[in-house]
């Protein structure tokens, strides 16, 4: 599936100043794999993504509102990408795993 505009949102916008660091939630039905290729949040850049911003990246079933099957943490490792330099890419992410053993 695309890259749906709706599932990229903003956490918190950091400190006031020039090393400000954003957070950034990226719900989507795609696998990581497929996320943290460069240009994938095409629209991150304009957005206000930066590099180094963290972004938690939720996995969800089939819609950007199903249940969560992975969830990732990455971090912006490039800006202005694409041809209107309007994206970011991310890292390939950080498995946070879902062991419960009560």
């Known amino acids: ?3 749906d ?4 949102k903003l956490l918190t916008d950091g400190l006031s100043g020039a090393s400000t660091m954003k957070s950034w939630l990226l719900d989507t039905v ?3 794999a497929t996320v943290n290729t460069s240009n994938y949040a095409s629209d991150g850049y304009a957005k206000g993504a930066r590099q180094g911003d963290i972004v938690i990246v939720r996995t969800r079933t089939t819609t950007l509102a199903g249940p969560v099957t992975a969830v ?9 990408t694409g041809t209107g ?3 970011i890419d ?8 879902a062991t419960d053993t009560d």
């Open 72 to 80: 990732h943490h990455c971090w912006v490792i490039d800006e202005a």
């Open 30 to 32: 795609d696998a990581i």
């Open 90 to 97: 991310l890292t390939d992410g950080l498995a946070i795993t």
């Open 5 to 8: 505009t709706n599932g990229f």
């Open 85 to 87: 330099g309007l994206g």
């Open 1 to 3: 599936m695309a890259y």
